[in-house]
T-cell receptor, first 116, second 113 residues
Framework: AQKITQTQPGMFVQEKEAVTLDCTYDTSDPSYGLFWYKQPSSGEMIFLIYQGSYDQQNATEGRYSLNFQKARKSANLVISASQLGDSAMYFCAMRGIYNQGGKLIFGQGTELSVKP | NAGVTQTPKFQVLKTGQSMTLQCAQD?????MYWYRQDPGMGLRLIYY???????DKGEVPNGYNVSRLNKREFSLRLESAAPSQTSVYFC????????????FGQGTRLTVV
């Protein structure tokens, strides 16, 4: 079975500071992919970043980076230089290699609030 | 390019009524999904379809049925709605593959009274 855990229901960060959102996972698949999505108050789901379990380097996309620690089964999202528009729900998700056609599993989410 | 389109956007049902949520994608994706989102629970997978003609249960399938009508369309049916099914429902689609991102519809806010 696969499981994603996000233990921070809510977080605050000061504008222009960096913030780390935690994500731990559990899977028995030998290869898997990890995703982060953003959900602003308007409700749409926005894909942010992807990390493959065999990727040699941590993924980066602009101000987003993924701190991937395979041995610890963690895939934390780091947002640098936070902006007011970063206030949103953030979801970590995973797909295993034996479920390439489906079963994208999400965590509980972390609500990030950026303070001016 | 419309992406993933869900209808309706809002719906109020009485307990015991039935309804079908419609979803269509125009990206020629093989995989389609239905999720429900509840506060503190994140997105939970109800059913998914890896390809036209196949469907599989997700984490919370009880009380729901699905139909993969063709490659474009994947519908979710509530046969006898219950207050516990009050939620926001999302349809999504993706290409097959480990690292393929899922594209989401705008969601359906369903209230069962």
């Amino acid at each position: 079975a696969q499981k994603i855990t996000q233990t921070q229901p809510g977080m605050f960060v000061q504008e222009k500071e960096a913030v780390t959102l935690d994500c731990t996972y559990d899977t028995s698949d030998p290869s898997y992919g990890l995703f982060w999505y953003k959900q602003p108050s308007s409700g749409e789901m926005i894909f942010l970043i992807y990390q493959g379990s065999y990727d040699q380097q941590n993924a980066t996309e602009g101000r987003y980076s993924l701190n991937f620690q395979k041995a610890r089964k963690s895939a934390n999202l780091v947002i640098s230089a936070s902006q007011l528009g970063d206030s949103a729900m953030y979801f970590c998700a995973m797909r295993g290699i034996y479920n390439q056609g489906g079963k994208l599993i999400f965590g509980q989410g972390t609500e990030l609030s950026v303070k001016p | 390019n419309a992406g993933v389109t869900q209808t309706p956007k809002f719906q109020v049902l009485k307990t015991g009524q039935s309804m079908t949520l419609q979803c269509a994608q125009d990206m020629n994706h093989n995989s389609m999904y239905w999720y429900r989102q509840d506060p503190g629970m994140g997105l939970r997978l109800i059913y998914y379809s890896a390809s036209e003609g196949t469907t599989d249960k997700g984490e919370v399938p009880n009380g729901y049925n699905v139909s993969r009508l063709n490659k474009r369309e994947f519908s979710l049916r509530l046969e006898s709605a219950a207050p516990s099914q009050t939620s926001v429902y999302f349809c999504a689609s993706s290409e097959r593959g480990l690292g393929t991102e899922a594209f989401f519809g705008q969601g359906t806010r369903l209230t069962v009274v």
